[in-house]
């Protein structure tokens, strides 16, 4: 028999599990051992051999190989044997480079894993879809991939869209009952949910039956197409540029060793020392250090509680313009309490704060009691048309399910009404909440067996569906003083940043349809409910920094347009210029007329997620980039649309997050904020090691080739030339990208998305820089050499170690656009420590006396650091003062 085929108690049996209570632990725990992980099998990583030979692949240290071994063979061991040495280091270097960013893209992808809700020993809980086991009861709703295949147990307009499996991309409805046949396709078994489909609408549960490979998604897994590894804007554009920059470096090489033999030195000799400088000159490292400077930086961000997805948003946070914001939950706290109630053409007052049971309702100065009519019914109306569950933990409360929903059932506690009031209604049927409806309605029957619809909703949407209000005599016909004075409530409420939701009901014949469309109207208007929904704290002052960083902040809501306007000013995020647009407004405006008055509006009230892709469209067109939140499933292609799409990693669902590059892990605006201050930081510290690096590899080719050209002998050799090289483009780079960010990173406006890498000053700064460093050390072989012309190494090792020096100082002067005094060189210990390091590196290589033949140094006294110190430090100082 198949699941399909079963009843429901059939499948509980066979697998040892009931709907009420779950698996227990100790089943769950058997079965993970038995059944293994629930996931796909994806391709397997490439292995480390294999990362750590690439290192060698690259044409020009090929090349050196090849030159060592012939130098090798010639006899010079020590040089050869010390450059294969350095060689190798360096390629262990790349290996751990490429190693560490490789294990934090794989930690990033494990983070914006899928969760599944379960239900284990009668209790929901939250755990990573990898851990559902067979048996396991689990619980979806709309934008939930499905975690596993299941057999569906309940279904309240569930529907799913299973294109994936079935080509078909129309959603199938699903239902609970057992269905007859053989043979069934995937399609046609309408009691299954399968893994990784997406429900498109309403909720459900249902029974593990399959999981990972064992899953019909499994047995197509193979076929799927493999991801293939994506690589960022930024990093493409530094491929391209790395082409340039090793042609450049190899024509410079070339240059030098031809006006070196020119100059009658040694053909060998030169052209050992020129594959050297080749190796140090082609910026090797960069694709890695950047790939590891960004997923640092990621890292950075997990803690600051925004989990990127696509490593790509990291560079476009830089750039963001304009924030588009969801308001609840988002720039508030989603913690709702009724605070006033509009009834019989009353209203009234709910005293009490948060999810606290405690409060009182009061008409003026008198306590109200269940006695008041209409009271009880509106509330427990509100209880009965709802999806949350108020529970306690350590003696506080708090809502599982819909905080708006959640309000409604902490205002019934305070006035009484008890939870097992419930169990005298049965539910029959469920219209759910979406954003675009604005409402949700239950089909309630009671003892009597008589059904009746509850219906409740933004008020402007129920209101209309209203032809009767209920007054303290009783159901009367709604007339228009009376939609006057609803109105006025409403407009009163929302004055005073209350959200609004309005409750109706109908009573309905036994044989009438529940499909019809008429269901939802002819209603009832018992009354409105006020909520309170405070702003998080911290908002207001996000709002202010992004504002000073020129990045505009925009609410967008559901929510009345009073309610919205004055939460935004709450926030003092609405200019008293500023406009507000409602969702009715939007739909008589095309992208064209709404392009033109962007720039005015600050909040979009009453919209659908249909018109937060207008929006983004608007302000795109006009030449913003966008961040725009979402977290509903209709939310997606305004998220896929904009330019970072970000998505809430508490209220979110999958597929908003699927579509997001940016997850918020507390749903909370001012993650947002510090998401983009990373995102400017990560960029600044990509330009400064890249500033650093080639900076530096001109110096190092310069005093080459200045040194050619005045007809002098080398300044320095091959093994010095690759230890220049592997010392100050290791760690201290990789620091750099390390690096805290300038004081005033939040207070320029956002990055030009088109700038060039070099742009803002940073061609001059390299040039310039690599000019003086490579004067400097010429001009210290040149007073050394002069000093002592017999002793050739002296004057190299001068030259070597002002090269050095000069390069482990000028580190500090890349930290900062503006001077290297405008910071503490200390700030960043990490840089110390690398700089540290090399200097004690270098200090071996001159004083060590086992290395000096190896890297053909000699001790140097007191003086000679005097002059080297004084030479390495003028590049940066000289600078410094300019501050260009
Ligand atoms: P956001 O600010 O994140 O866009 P929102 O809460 O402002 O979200 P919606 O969730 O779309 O917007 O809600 C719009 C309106 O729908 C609310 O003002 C309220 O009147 C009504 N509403 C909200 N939640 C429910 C619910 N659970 N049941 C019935 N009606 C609801």
Not at 555 to 566: C, S, V
Not at 666 to 692: C, M, P, W
């Amino acid at each position: 028999m198949k699941w399909y085929q079963m009843d429901v108690d059939v499948v509980e049996q066979k697998l040892h599990v009931t709907t009420k209570h779950g698996l227990t632990d100790k089943q769950t725990d058997g079965r993970r051992k038995q059944y293994g992980p629930n996931r796909l099998e994806s391709q397997k990583n490439t292995s480390k051999w294999l990362i750590f030979l690439k290192q060698f692949q690259d044409f020009m240290v090929l090349i050196l190989l090849a030159a060592t071994l012939i130098a090798g063979m010639l006899g010079e061991y020590v040089d050869a044997i010390a450059i294969m040495v350095i060689v190798l280091v360096n390629g262990f270097l790349g290996y751990f480079q490429e190693q560490k960013a490789e294990k934090s893209l794989t930690k990033l992808k494990e983070m914006s894993a899928p969760v599944a809700s379960v239900l284990r020993e009668g209790k929901w809980e939250k755990i990573p879809s990898q851990e559902v086991v067979v048996g396991d009861v689990v619980r979806v709703k709309s934008g939930d991939r499905i975690p596993a295949d299941i057999r569906i147990t309940n279904s309240s307009s569930l529907e799913t869209e299973e294109s994936a499996l079935t080509g078909e991309s129309l959603p199938v409805m699903k239902h609970a009952t057992s269905i007859t046949g053989d043979k069934l396709d995937a399609q046609d078994q309408v009691n299954m949910g399968f893994m990784s489909t997406l429900v498109t609408r309403g909720s459900g549960t249902g029974i593990v039956v399959g999981t990972g490979m064992n899953t019909v998604m499994g047995q197509i897994a193979s076929l799927m197409v493999k991801t293939k590894k994506t690589t960022t804007p930024l990093e493409h554009k530094l491929a391209e540029l790395g082409k340039i920059l090793i042609a450049v470096a190899l024509l410079l090489t070339a240059l030098v060793v031809l006006v070196g033999v020119y100059q009658g030195h040694p053909v060998y000799n030169m052209f050992l020392a020129g594959v050297s400088l080749a190796v140090a000159a082609i910026p090797e490292g960069l694709p890695a250090i950047v790939t590891v400077a960004l997923s640092l930086g990621v890292q950075r961000m997990i803690k600051k509680k925004a989990i990127v997805r696509k490593l790509s948003a990291v560079e476009t946070l830089g750039c963001a313009s304009v924030i588009c914001s969801d308001k609840t939950g988002t720039m508030t706290e989603n913690q709702m309490t009724v605070k006033e109630v509009f009834l019989n053409g009353k209203l009234l007052y709910v005293t009490g704060d948060g999810y606290d049971v405690k409060g009182t309702v009061y008409l003026n100065q008198d306590v109200l009691d269940r006695d008041y009519p209409n009271l009880e019914s509106m509330f427990l109306y509100g209880m009965l048309c709802n999806n949350a569950s108020l529970m306690t933990k350590k003696g506080r409360y708090y809502v599982d399910g819909d905080p708006t929903d959640g309000a409604l059932l902490v205002a019934a506690r305070k006035l009484g009404l008890s939870n097992q009031l419930h169990d005298n209604y049965r539910i029959v049927q469920e219209l759910p909440f979406d954003s675009e409806r604005k409402r949700m309605s239950m089909v309630v029957e009671d003892d009597n067996r008589m059904r009746f619809l509850i219906t409740k909703g933004a008020p402007d949407v129920l209101v209309p569906r209203s032809n009767y209000v209920m007054k303290e005599q009783g159901r009367k016909l709604m007339r228009s003083e009376d939609k006057q004075e609803i109105n006025q409530s409403i407009n009163h409420m929302a004055d005073k940043a209350l959200r609004t939701l309005a409750i109706a009901m109908k009573p309905l014949a036994k044989d009438e349809s529940l499909n019809s469309a008429a269901l939802e109207k002819d209603l009832t208007l018992i009354g409105v409910y006020g909520m309170m929904d405070p702003p998080r704290k911290e908002v207001k002052t996000a709002i202010e920094e992004c504002r000073e960083a020129g990045i505009k902040s925009v609410m967008i809501t559901g929510d009345h347009e009073k309610t919205a306007r004055a939460i935004a000013t709450q926030l003092n995020l609405l200019p008293e210029d500023g406009m507000v647009l409602d969702g009715s407004q939007l739909n008589n405006t095309s992208v064209e007329e709404l392009r033109d008055i962007i720039d005015q509006v600050y909040v979009f009230a009453r919209v659908t997620p249909e018109h937060k892709l207008k929006i983004v469209k608007a302000f795109q067109e006009e030449g913003h980039i966008v961040a725009m939140t979402g977290d509903g499933v209709n939310d997606a292609p305004a998220i896929k649309a904009s330019d970072i799409g970000i998505s809430m990693g508490e209220s979110g669902t999958d597929v908003t997050k699927e579509a997001s590059s940016l997850i918020l892990m507390d749903d909370n605006f001012a993650t947002i904020k510090s998401a983009i201050i990373e995102g400017r930081n990560i960029y600044e510290n990509i330009r400064k090691f890249i500033r650093y690096l080639l900076a530096s590899n001109v110096g190092e080719i310069l005093v080459m080739l200045f040194a050619m050209l005045l007809a002098m002998p080398l300044p320095l050799v091959p093994v010095q030339i690759l230890w220049v090289n592997l010392v100050t483009d290791g760690l201290p780079a990789m620091a750099l990208g390390l690096d805290q960010s300038e004081d005033d990173v939040m207070k320029n406006g956002p990055r030009n998305s088109k700038e060039g890498i070099f742009s803002r000053g940073l061609g001059f700064k390299i040039v310039s820089r690599g000019i003086v460093i490579g004067l400097v050390a010429l001009i210290a072989f040149m007073i050394a050499y002069q000093g002592d012309p017999d002793n050739l190494n002296y004057g190299q090792t001068v030259a070597f170690t002002t090269l050095v020096m000069a390069q482990l100082i000028h580190v500090f002067d890349c930290r900062s656009e503006h001077s290297i005094f405008s910071r503490n060189p200390f700030e960043n210990k990490y840089l110390a420590l690398s700089v540290l390091s090399s200097v004690l590196l270098l200090l071996v290589v001159i004083y060590w006396e086992p290395l000096q033949p190896v890297f053909h140094t000699l001790a140097l006294s007191f003086r000679d650091w005097m002059l080297i110190l004084a030479l390495s430090f003028l590049p940066s100082v000289l600078f410094g003062f300019t501050k260009k």
